[in-house]
T-cell receptor
């Protein structure tokens, strides 16, 4: 059974048109992460939540926002997607802040046209 | 954050043991070493985690010397399906861990 679910798997959006990616988890984990992964690169951490506490990476562009309305769901909002934002977006969870084992979703492949 | 250094790529043949070494010279006292595996178009998958000496699970072994400035992931008898990117992570301590990925090692298993 899928434990971290990302929808949709593939998303096409127009240049400058806001887009939202979603992530849900059935693990009841406290920590949720969003990563951006471009082709042939390592995943790059955008932000993470420890429960409701939001932690933004220093180099995450302002164009990227996130919401976590409850434990199970987390959203990534890209306010004005540019061509450079085309990437795989990965959501992950971990049980607690001290855990090093994270569970990743399958990712959402974002294309900007 | 402790920076990690891994080989960019490695080739191996089916049935061989593969050892991937990661350097983390600036590892802090409270840091753990974690390895992930990633197949194309999938999210990374946790393989193993350790603090010191040796850790073994059903998938791999992790060797960490006393100075903890490096670690070696050992995959016994690899198969074609082990072809993937392997990432070494050193976790920062603090109120919430930030799982920061290094560049990773592309392992290609040949028949």
């Amino acid at each position: 059974d899928a434990m971290v679910i990302q929808n949709p798997r593939y998303q096409v959006t127009q240049f400058g048109k806001p887009v939202t990616l979603s992530c849900s988890q059935t693990l009841n984990h406290n920590v949720m992460y969003w990563y951006q992964q471009k082709s042939s690169q390592a995943p790059k951490l955008l932000f993470h939540y420890y429960d409701k506490d939001f932690n933004n990476e220093a180099d995450t562009p302002d164009n990227f926002q996130s919401r976590r309305p409850n434990t199970s769901f987390c959203f990534l909002d890209i306010r004005s997607p540019g061509l450079g934002d085309a990437a795989m977006y990965l959501c992950a969870t971990s049980r607690a802040a001290t855990d090093t084992e994270a569970f990743f979703g399958q990712g959402t492949r974002l294309t900007v046209v | 954050l402790a920076k990690t250094t891994q080989p960019i790529s490695m080739d191996s043949y089916e049935g061989q043991e593969v050892n991937i070494t990661c350097s983390h010279n600036n590892i802090a006292t409270n840091d753990y070493i974690t390895w992930y595996q990633q197949f194309p178009s999938q999210g990374p998958r946790f393989i193993i985690q350790g603090y010191k000496t040796k850790v073994t699970n059903e998938v791999a072994s992790l060797f960490i010397p006393a100075d903890r400035k490096s670690s070696t992931l050992s995959l016994p008898r690899v198969s074609l399906s082990d072809t993937a990117v392997y990432y070494c992570l050193v976790d920062s301590s603090g109120s919430a861990r930030q799982l920061t990925f290094g560049s990773g090692t592309q392992l290609t298993v040949l028949p």
